[in-house]
């Protein structure tokens, strides 16, 4: 067997995933390792929403990128990509002016949204109640995915067109030599590269303890629930609520963002646990409902627990009630995700000899902006064309 490579990457989350995509797109010989036997971290603990329309300008650009290489793999290969687009839905006057004020931005920015009033939302989206909506801002280009099926799909395109994909490996060493980097795993395989990709969230430290501890990582607790299927219903497009238009970040390039938080209650449940309602309605007629936000620091994660916080899951669930009129809130399953996100910073990157290259802590956006993300860095990192 030839263990020599171009690129080693190590993790097989969805970050991780997409920086081998690319690196093989650019012609080179890459191997990925992933611990477990599939990825079990937030790769698979999310909606599967794919909304550019969330976030700032800069990361926007990584998201269009990321919608543009999922529809190009969908047209090569079934990963479970759905072009159905998102909506936010404002609920009041303030959200109303913050839609109008993203559409203009989206306008300047080329990125195709569409206002609806409430009379159009009411006729699109069955269900959802009339005394919530004022508005809605559509964004017909974006696409869901099913985020358990996704990851195993595109890894197994990916070594249809030529990935070696090692799971249930554990990296425990990268050893940097004159010009490359030997990897070992718990197992006593080796395998060497010019270059080591390190995008395994939070796990980092079991390879790197010293800048761990040195890291500001911070991991968000997000609680979701998936109801029970739903008949007769179809939910069709993702749907972002007025939380979501005052907590994402996109929102925060209005000029109305600034007074609207400052009106907001300081002391609440939606801020006491960052929630947030989205709705998503699953290949099999299921629809997800979340989620919220708990943090502590990457060193103190047990911090947050192992259980569900069964006071956060009936107020998601409450107050979901107050927009959508569904046939069934009986729900099927529960589940949290950890996600690691850097404190003051897009995500962590850090360099180690030239030639090990840390990347993590992408939080939240990384279903979004992975793809994207992932090209430009391969290109920095072995100095290719932007192409």
Same mark, same amino acid.
């Given at each position: 067997?030839?263990n020599?490579?171009?690129l080693?990457?190590?993790g097989?989350g969805?970050l991780?995933t997409?920086?081998?995509?690319?690196a093989m797109?650019?012609?080179?010989k890459?191997?990925l390792?992933e611990?477990d036997?599939k990825?079990q971290?937030?790769?698979?603990?999310n909606?599967?929403q794919?909304v550019?329309?969330?976030m700032?300008s800069?990361? *926007?650009?990584y998201?269009?990128?990321?919608?543009?290489?999922?529809?190009?793999?969908?047209?090569?290969?079934?990963?479970?990509?759905?072009q159905?687009?998102?909506?936010y839905i404002?609920?009041?006057e303030?959200?109303v002016?913050l839609?109008?004020e993203l559409?203009a931005?989206n306008l300047?920015?080329?990125?195709?949204s569409?206002?609806? !009033?409430?009379e +159009?939302?009411?006729k699109?989206?069955?269900g959802?109640?009339?005394?919530?909506?004022?508005m809605g801002?559509f964004? $017909?280009e974006e696409v869901?995915?099913? $985020?358990?099926?996704?990851?195993?799909?595109?890894?197994?395109?990916l070594?249809?067109i030529g990935l070696?994909?090692y799971?249930?490996? !554990?990296?425990?060493e990268c050893?940097?030599l !004159?010009n490359?980097?030997?990897?070992?795993?718990?197992d006593n395989?080796a395998?060497s590269a010019?270059?080591v990709?390190?995008?395994?969230?939070s796990d980092f430290?079991?390879?790197?303890?010293?800048?761990?501890?040195?890291?500001?990582?911070?991991?968000?607790?997000?609680q979701?629930? *998936?109801t029970?299927? *739903?008949?007769?219903?179809?939910?069709?497009?993702?749907?972002l609520?007025?939380l979501s238009i005052?907590?994402?970040?996109a929102?925060?390039?209005c $000029?109305?963002y600034?007074?609207?938080?400052?009106n907001e209650?300081?002391?609440?449940?939606e801020k006491?646990w960052?929630?947030h309602?989205l709705?998503?309605?699953?290949?099999?007629g299921?629809?997800?409902?979340?989620d919220?936000?708990e943090?502590a620091?990457a060193?103190g994660?047990?911090?947050?627990?192992?259980d569900?916080?069964?006071?956060i899951?009936?107020f998601?669930?409450? +107050?979901a009630?107050?927009?959508?009129?569904l046939p069934?809130?009986q729900i099927?399953?529960r589940w949290?995700g950890?996600?690691?996100q850097?404190e003051n910073?897009?995500?962590?990157?850090h360099?180690?000899?030239?030639?090990i290259?840390?990347?993590?802590?992408?939080?939240?956006?990384?279903?979004?902006?992975?793809?994207g993300f992932?090209?430009?860095?391969?290109?920095s990192?072995?100095n290719? *064309?932007?192409a």
């Amino acid at each position: 067997m030839e263990n020599k490579y171009d690129l080693v990457v190590v993790g097989g989350g969805i970050l991780g995933t997409f920086h081998a995509y690319h690196a093989m797109k650019n012609g080179l010989k890459v191997a990925l390792l992933e611990k477990d036997g599939k990825p079990q971290g937030a790769t698979v603990r999310n909606f599967g929403q794919v909304v550019p329309s969330g976030m700032d300008s800069k990361w *926007q650009i990584y998201g269009r990128e990321s919608l543009r290489v999922y529809k190009d793999i969908q047209s090569k290969f079934d990963i479970s990509v759905r072009q159905e687009g998102s909506i936010y839905i404002a609920s009041n006057e303030e959200e109303v002016q913050l839609l109008v004020e993203l559409n203009a931005i989206n306008l300047k920015n080329s990125y195709k949204s569409e206002l609806m !009033t409430k009379e +159009e939302c009411l006729k699109k989206y069955p269900g959802l109640r009339e005394d919530y909506v004022k508005m809605g801002l559509f964004f $017909p280009e974006e696409v869901m995915v099913e $985020p358990r099926l996704m990851i195993g799909k595109l890894q197994s395109y990916l070594k249809e067109i030529g990935l070696d994909i090692y799971m249930n490996k !554990t990296v425990v060493e990268c050893n940097s030599l !004159t010009n490359w980097v030997q990897v070992h795993t718990t197992d006593n395989m080796a395998l060497s590269a010019s270059k080591v990709i390190i995008c395994n969230g939070s796990d980092f430290k079991m390879l790197y303890p010293n800048l761990f501890s040195e890291s500001n990582l911070i991991v968000s607790k997000l609680q979701m629930m *998936q109801t029970k299927v *739903q008949p007769n219903y179809k939910l069709p497009s993702s749907v972002l609520t007025g939380l979501s238009i005052r907590r994402y970040e996109a929102f925060s390039e209005c $000029p109305s963002y600034a007074s609207v938080k400052a009106n907001e209650k300081s002391e609440s449940p939606e801020k006491k646990w960052g929630v947030h309602i989205l709705f998503k309605q699953a290949m099999d007629g299921s629809v997800i409902i979340g989620d919220s936000h708990e943090y502590a620091p990457a060193a103190g994660i047990d911090d947050l627990g192992m259980d569900l916080n069964m006071d956060i899951d009936n107020f998601i669930l409450n +107050e979901a009630k107050k927009i959508f009129d569904l046939p069934t809130y009986q729900i099927q399953n529960r589940w949290y995700g950890l996600y690691s996100q850097c404190e003051n910073a897009d995500l962590y990157q850090h360099t180690i000899d030239r030639n090990i290259h840390i990347v993590t802590g992408i939080g939240g956006k990384g279903m979004t902006g992975s793809a994207g993300f992932s090209k430009e860095n391969i290109n920095s990192i072995f100095n290719l *064309q932007n192409a």
